[in-house]
């Protein structure tokens, strides 16, 4: 059963330019949630996702970013216009339900912005 | 809100001395705890989580973590590390009621030396 799939693992981007992270859940989850590691820190809570619904997105910056899990395919974090400071490690968690506490994280995508 | 506080950010053992990570969360009406463990350049692992019942729990390498109530604590200990449990290792909370998002302290670094 494969894990928590991530691509790409590294992105680059110039200020100013668009970055899409994929991310596809473990088989048989439809929960899915983002989270943000910035240098030094630990991991901050973006958004959280159901097939076709957002369900919380209180984490979320107010401009620039976007999420989305549609019925098909993978879940996409979009990020617009980007600056340096959202340089940073995206992780993807996944998890069968809401009701299921335990989240099964993907290795990542490590953006920088230059 | 929630929040977890990880009051060491760096921790330096010897092989084969016991180690302790200290974790603090606010206080709820209910919680769900976790142990996560992250290698370099990788995602997060599930070391353990308390949902209910026994508030000791294990996990399969040697770590176990005690839920104390009164003391809004949930430490990680271990009575005899490895050199290959260095990591960095978060505790995270979720009080259920916000759709299973897991809110994480800051992490802390355990480095263990021959």
């Known amino acids: 059963n494969a894990g928590v799939m991530q691509n790409p693992r590294h992105l680059v981007r110039r200020r100013g330019q668009e970055a899409r992270l994929r991310c596809s859940p473990m088989k048989g989850h439809s929960h899915v949630y983002w989270y943000r590691q910035l240098p030094e820190e630990g991991l901050k809570f973006m958004v959280y996702?159901?097939?076709?619904?957002?369900?919380?997105e209180s984490g979320m910056p107010k401009e620039r970013f976007s999420a989305e899990f549609p019925k098909e395919g993978p879940s996409i974090l979009r990020i617009q216009q980007v600056v340096r400071g959202d340089s940073a490690a995206y992780f993807c968690?996944?998890?069968?339900?809401?009701?299921?506490?335990?989240?099964?994280f993907g290795p990542g995508t490590r953006l920088t912005v230059t | 809100a929630q929040s977890v506080t990880q009051l060491d950010s760096q921790v330096p053992v010897f092989e084969e001395a016991p180690v302790e990570l200290r974790c603090n969360y606010s206080?709820?009406?209910?919680?769900?705890l976790f142990w996560y463990v992250q290698y370099p350049n990788q995602g997060l692992q599930l070391l353990l989580k308390y949902l209910s019942g026994s508030t000791l729990v294990e996990s399969i390498n040697g770590f176990e973590a005690e839920f104390n109530k009164s003391q809004t604590s949930f430490h990680l200990r271990k009575p005899s590390v490895h050199i290959s449990d260095t990591a960095e290792y978060f505790c995270?909370?979720?009080?259920?009621?916000?759709?299973?998002?897991?809110?994480f302290g800051q992490g802390t670094e355990l480095s263990v030396k021959p």
């Open positions: 968690a996944s998890s069968p339900s809401a009701q299921i506490y335990e989240q099964y």
């Open positions: 995270a909370v979720s009080d259920g009621n916000q759709g299973g998002k897991l809110i």
């Open positions: 206080s709820s009406v209910s919680v769900y």
């Open positions: 996702l159901q097939k076709e619904n957002i369900i919380d």
